[in-house]
């Protein structure tokens, strides 16, 4: 089976310009996680998204934002984006109940 | 809230030995899930082991175990024979046991494991 695809893989912004990532999970994986990982600071939680709803959401301003879509792939935006949000961005998916997550290669995020 | 502690920052080991990772976490919750995951260059995240915290029996996939002490709320992870692809930065995570909104992991800052020919 396909695994989980992000895009782009890599992505320039200018500060104060919006970014957006994409996301599509394995098939049939109805859950997509995101997370930011900054250099030094590991993996921290964003976003998680379910069944086309946002279920929970990690301590990131609201300039942070994102959707589901009806067949699961996901978009994650980040406006006015500030240097500090130079980031690896990595998207998760997995399939209820089952506990196991697999992850996507990532976008590197460069904000200059 | 959960948190995880990698407090080794790097490590190193010579091919072919043993090298243990170490982890600690804090939770008040008694059911849960622990990972290890792997991080090469290539930056896609790669599970390599996880323990259910209700089964006391450590788990293992061929050349990788982990250490799991529930009281002392410590997980390590031991990769025995080294090879020079496990050369790679090692994350431990933590999942609730709980569905909703603690389906998240939480993970440590990871450790960067390099391995000498």
């Known amino acids: 089976e396909a695994g989980v695809t992000q895009s782009p893989t890599h992505l320039i912004k200018t500060r104060g310009q919006q970014a957006t990532l994409r996301c599509s999970p394995i098939s049939g994986h109805t859950s997509v996680y995101w997370y930011q990982q900054a250099l030094g600071l590991g993996l921290q939680f964003l976003l998680w998204y379910d069944e086309g709803e946002e279920r929970n959401r990690g301590n990131f301003p609201p300039r942070f934002s994102g959707r589901q879509f009806p067949n699961y792939s996901s978009e994650l935006n980040v406006n006015a984006l500030e240097l500090e949000d130079s980031a690896l961005y990595l998207c998760?998916?997995?399939?209820?109940?089952?506990?196991?997550?697999?992850f996507g290669s990532g976008t590197r995020l460069t904000v200059v | 809230a959960q948190t995880v502690t990698q407090s080794q920052p790097e490590m190193s080991v010579q091919e072919a030995e043993t090298v243990t990772l170490s982890c600690t976490y804090d939770?008040?919750?008694?059911?849960?899930?622990l990972f290890w995951y792997k991080q090469p260059p290539s930056r896609q995240m790669i599970l390599v082991i996880r323990?259910?915290?209700?089964?006391?029996q450590n788990a293992t996939e061929n050349r990788f175990s982990v250490n799991f002490q529930k009281a002392a709320k410590s997980f390590s992870l031991k990769i025995s024979d080294s090879q020079l692809g496990d050369a790679a930065m090692y994350f431990c995570a933590y999942r609730s046991a709980l569905t909703g909104a603690n389906s998240k992991l939480t993970f440590g800052k990871g450790i960067t494991l390099s391995v000498r020919p």
């Open positions: 998760a998916s997995r399939r209820e109940p089952s506990y196991g997550y697999t």
């Open positions: 939770t008040s919750e008694s059911d849960y899930y």
């Open positions: 323990q259910e915290a209700y089964k006391q």
